[in-house]
C-alpha cells in the first residue's frame, strides 16, 4: 500500500479560482457579507458559477474595480470606504464582512489588510471586518474557504478546556449527526469552524483536537496549530472506511474505550455496507478518471475504489499537500496515478485514450465529454452535497451510479444512433 | 468603485468568446489566470453546447508574475495553433492580464505564424460583454477583409439584375448567447428566400474564416443585432460601399418594414402587402374575442437595446398593451430606448442595477413584466406575470423546439410566450374568486408557485394587500383604512392592487380625507380613470 505514482504536469488549467468558495460559505454564515474587490470578470464568475438569481440580495459581491481607481485618480481606500458604507446601510444585519482579494486587487497590490484595519477603527466592532484572498492566480476553488477560515483564527477566543473541533463547512444535517455521534462516544464538546452564525466562533487552545472534515485547509489547520491546537492525522470522513477512520482518530486522541467505540459505530457500518450494495454492484469494475478541480479527488478515489470497487485510471488534484494527504495515500492501491496540476489539453487526450466509464469534471468540460459519450459527474456537486459521514456514504456512491444507471437506461431505450 | 451584487454582462473578453465559439475554424488565446476559465460553462451549461468553447487560457499565475509571463503568452500560442491549426487567431487579455501589460498581440504578430491573427483590446474596467463581442466580430471582419479593399469603393445593391441571379444578403449579428439566433437565422432565411432573396452568409454564427473573406459577394448586409453588428455594418459601408438594413424583424409590422427596407435596399419592387399580413398567426390571434381582455394591460420591459424596443412596439401596436416601464442595462444603446420611451411618453431606465429595475417595476405595478432572466425572478417575487425577451437567460431560454423572435413565425412565438403568462394571471384571479366555493380543491398551484399565490390570498386581505408595496415617505400623514375599505380593495386583482392603494392614499391626501372606505376607493378610482 502506499505506492501510489505521483505524476505533475503544468499547462492551461480548468479550475475555478478561490472566490468561488463564496457559493457555499455565504450559506453557511448567514450574517456574514463576502465583498469581492474585484472586475466584472470576478462578478460574473460568482454569479454563473452560483446561478445566484433566487437571492433577493445575495449576501455576496463585488466592488468593481474601474478606470480612475486604477489610474490612481481615485483613492482606492476611500472608494472602499463608501462601498462598505453602502452596503452596510442597505444590509444592517450584517455582523462579520469578508474584503475577499482577486486577481486585479493582487496584481494592483491593493492591501485590503490595512483597509480592513482601518474599516474595524471606523466601525468600532458593530462589523467585524476580515481580508482574505480568492484570487486565481494564487488560489484554486475550495482553497477559498481555507483563506476564510484562516481570516477568522486570530478572532478565535482561547479555552484550555478539551474539546473536539470540526473545521471545514459541512452541511448543517451531516453537522449535527457527526457531533450527536461525537456525544455517543463521549467526546461532550464538540464545536465547529466556521459556525453557524459569524460571531459565534468557537474557542482554541491546548487542550483542542482538530478533525479537519475537508482535505484543502492547510493554512487554517496551520494557524490553529499555533493556537496550540492538536491537528489529528486521519483519512477524510467521505466512505464507511474514511468516515470511521476519521472518527476513531478522536475517539483515540480523546483515550475513548475501543469497545464503546465499536460497540456505537459498528451497527451504522453494517447499515451503511448494506444500503451501499446496490450502487457498489453498479460501479464495481467501473473505471473512472477524476480531473482536477475540488482537492476532494483523493479522498473520492480512496472510497470509489475500496468500497465501490472502481478502477482509478487517474486521480487529478490542483496541488498535492504531501502531509496532510499521506493517510488516504496509503489507502490507495499501489500504482495509482496521482496528477498534480494540470495540461487539460493533454488530459483530455487521455481521457479520450483511456475511454473511462465515468469522468468527474467541472461544469465548462461535462456536455463536451457527454457529447463524446462519456459519462460524467460535477465535481461542483460534490462540494454542495451532504456526502460526509457513515450514514452519507450509501448517497456518496449513489451520485456515482446515476450518470451510468442514465446511460444504460437511455442506450436500452433509444434506438441506436449509428 | 462600482458596488455590484448582480452583473447584466460579463466582461468584455466573455463577448470575444461568444465571437470565437459561434464560428468555425476560429480559435482564441486569453492571455488570463485559471479562475476565468469559468467562462467555459457558460457555453456548455446555458447553450447547453456539446464542444468546449475554442479557447485556450494561458492560466498565469502568481508565481509566473515574477519571471516571463511574455513567454508563457508564446508557448500557449504556438501550443494552440500546433493542436487546433486554427484558420484565424484572436489574441487578447482578460482584466488581470490587462494589468500587467504583456501585449499578447504584438507577442502573436512577432512569432512569424502564418494566418490571419487578430490582435483584440479589450478594455476590462471600462467596457462590458455586448461591446466585446461587438468589438470582436468588427476587429476579425476588418482583419481578413482590409488587404482586399480597392481604391474606389464602388458596389452596386442591384448589381444581381444584370448578373441574372437573385439578389445575395449577408445576415450580420447572430452569436451564441444571444436571444434565441439559432431559430431567428433559420425563420429569416426563410422568410427572405420566399421573396427570392439568398442568404450569402450569416455571421458570426457557424461561419468561418472563409465565409467573412465571401462577404462582399453579398448584395447587401442584413443587421440582425446591432449590438453585436452595427460597427461591422457601419465599417462594411464605408469601406465597400454595402449598405445595410436598419429594421430588426421582430414582430408583424416590423417584419414587414424589413421587407419593404430589403427590397428597397436591393433595388425590388415593394412586396405585397396583403400577402405578408396573414403569414403570422399573431394578427387574427390578437383581434380574437378571446383577446379581448389583453387591452390596456400594463407591460413594464426591460432587457438589452434591440429586444426592448421591438418588445414595446409590438406590446403597444399589435397586442394592445400599454407600456408603463421601458429600459436597457446597455448604455450602447441607452439613446435609442430613450426615444423610444420618449415616444411613448415614458422616461427610459437605463441601469446595470437590478434592484434598481425590480423598484421601477414595483412603482410602476405592471400586469406583466417582459424582461431578462433577472426580471423573471424579480417578478416571481412580486408575484406579477413575466417573460422572457432578452439575454442574459438560462437555460430554460434556449429551448429545444423550434422558437424564433424574428419574423412570422417569431411573431407567432411572442404571441405564445406573452399570452401563456397572462393566461395564469387570469387563473390566479378565478382562483381567488372561487377558493371558497366548496368545489375548490385547495394547494392548487399555478406556476406564480407558493410566494406568488400567497399575496394575493382574499381570506387575508388586511396583510397582504399591504405587502410588497414600496414605502410612502414617513413624513406624510398616510389616512388609515377602514376595515370596509380594506376588504373593497382585496377584491381588486392582485396585480393592480398595489397601484390601486396608492393612487387612493394619494387622492385621499388630496382631498384631506382621514380614513378611507369603499367610497373613497371609488371615488379615487373614478378621479384617476383607472
New interface residues.
Partial sequence: MGGSTLLKES??????????SIVWLHRRMPDAFFLV?????????I???AG???F???R????????K??AGL?D?HE??D??VK??LRRRPEIRTLFLVGS??S???KLDLGRVAERLNELLRGKVQVLNYSG????T?FTQGEDGALKALVPLMPITKSDQLLLVGTLANAVEDRLISLFNRLGIERVVSLPPRQSTELPAVGPGTKVLLAQPYLTDTARALKDKGAQILQAPFPLGIEGSRLWMEAAAKAFNINATLVSSTLDPLILRAHKAIEPFRTQLEGKRIFLLPESQIEIPLARFLHRECGMELIEVGVPYLNREMMQPELDLLPKGTRIMEGQHV?NQLDRVREKQPDLVVC???????L??EGISTKWSIELVFSPIHGIDQASDLAELFSRPLHRKALLNQNQLANA | ???????Y???P??GAMRIAASMKGVHYVLHA??????????F??IE?????PPV???????RD?GGDTAELVKS?IS?AVD?FKPDALLVGE???AE??QDQPGSLAHGMGLNLPIVSLEL????K?ENWGASETFYQLVRTLLKDTLKEDNEHDPTAWKTEERHPRVNLLGPSLLGFRCRDDVLEIQKLLNEHNIDVNASAPLGASPADLLNLPKADINVCLYPEIAESTCTWLERNLGMPFSKKIPIGVNATQEFLEEIHDLLGMAPPNQNLLVQKSRLTWYSKSVDSNYLTGKRVFIFGDGTHSIAAAKIAKEELGFKVVGIGTYSREMARAVRATAKEFGLEALISNDY?EVEAAITNAAPELVLGT??E??SAK?LGIPCAVISTPM?VQDVPARYSPQMGWEGANVIFDDWVHPLMMGLEEHLIGMFRHDFEFVDGHQSHLGHQGAKQHQFDEPEENCFENLPKTDSSEIIPIWTPEGKAELAKIPFFVRGKVRRNTEKYALQTGCKSIDSETLFDAKAHFGA
Avoid at chain 1, 499547462?11 to 468561488?20: D, I, Q, S, Y
Avoid at chain 2, 489566470?33 to 457558460?42: I, S
Avoid at chain 2, 447547453?48 to 468546449?52: K, T, Y
Wanted: glycine share 8%.
Fill in positions: 499547462g492551461p488549467r480548468e479550475v475555478f479560482c478561490g472566490l468561488t474587490v474585484g472586475s466584472r470578470t470576478c462578478a460574473h464568475l454569479q454563473s458559477a445566484v438569481m433566487i433577493a440580495e445575495p455576496f459581491g463585488t466592488a468593481i474595480l474601474e478606470e481607481d486604477l481615485a482606492a472608494e472602499l463608501r462601498v453602502d452596503l486577481c486585479p493582487e496584481v494592483i484570487s486565481g492566480i494564487e484554486t489539453e467541472g461544469m465548462g468540460l461535462a456536455n463536451p457527454e457529447a | 468603485m462600482e458596488l455590484t451584487l448582480w452583473t454582462e460579463g466582461p473578453h466573455v489566470p485559471q479562475g476565468d476559465t469559468y467562462a467555459d460553462l457558460l456548455t451549461m447547453r453546447r456539446g464542444e468546449r485556450t487560457y494561458t492560466t498565469f499565475q502568481a508574475l500557449h501550443e493542436r482578460s482584466c488581470t494589468l500587467i478594455p476590462a474596467y471600462s462590458k434592484l432572466q433577472m423573471r425572478h417575487r438560462h
